[in-house]
T-cell receptor, first 109, second 110 residues
């Protein structure tokens, strides 16, 4: 059983469309992170959200942390082919960082 | 600045052969170090983590072991590889709950 459930598992959209990826858990996290990974490389940190209800923006990406600190979402506006990749959410439990199963995003031009 | 090195990038090993993957970190001291395995481009499964020299925590019973002989060195090993050990192995260090990854090792057991 995944501690962090991500949805959807796979998303294929046209360039210019908007999308939202969700990360849900029954556990409370002190913080959640979002990573992006390209094939054959390690994940790269995009953002960390810490405060319940927090919203962070990174250019066309908007990250939100749920009020109860159990869930998070990633919204991409006007997706571009360069956004293609695997998006992973992760949460810290003590010294461990646990990951969701990921969302594979494909943006077609 | 901190950097993390992981090698080799790719490895093809026969079933029953030993394994040693090495990870080193530069630019930080006493880091928390992690080994993850990733199957088919999906989520990361935590295998081992270490908070200091000689301290290893195992997350999943398996055919692998880990060691931390030096502060900034983390090694993943196996005495006899199985086909199911194939996958993408990632080393990471963590600071303030944020993880920084190496480039990964693609292991294929044949």
């Amino acid at each position: 059983t995944q501690l962090l459930e991500q949805s959807p598992q796979f998303l294929s959209i046209q360039e210019g469309e908007n999308l939202t990826v969700y990360c849900n858990s029954s556990s409370v996290f002190s913080s959640l992170q979002w990573y992006r990974q390209e094939p054959g490389e390690g994940p790269v940190l995009l953002v960390t959200v810490v405060t319940g209800g927090e919203v962070k923006k990174l250019k066309r990406l908007t990250f939100q942390f749920g009020d109860a600190r159990k869930d998070s979402s990633l919204h991409i506006t006007a997706a571009q082919p360069g956004d293609t990749g695997l998006y992973l959410c992760a949460g810290a439990l003590g010294n461990k960082l646990v990951f969701g199963a990921g969302t594979i995003l494909r943006v077609k031009s | 600045s901190q950097t993390i090195h992981q090698w080799p990038a790719t490895l093809v090993q026969p079933v029953g052969s030993p394994l040693s993957l090495e990870c080193t970190v530069e630019g930080t001291s006493n880091p928390n170090l992690y080994w993850y395995r990733q199957a088919a481009g999906r989520g990361l499964q935590l295998l081992f983590y270490s908070v200091g020299i000689g301290q290893i925590s195992s997350e999943v019973p398996q055919n692998l072991s880990a060691s931390r002989p030096q502060d900034r060195q983390f090694i993943l090993s196996s005495k006899k590889l199985l086909l199911s050990d194939s996958g993408f192995y990632l080393c990471a260090w963590m600071e303030n709950t944020e993880a920084f990854f190496g480039q990964g090792t693609r292991l294929t057991v044949v």
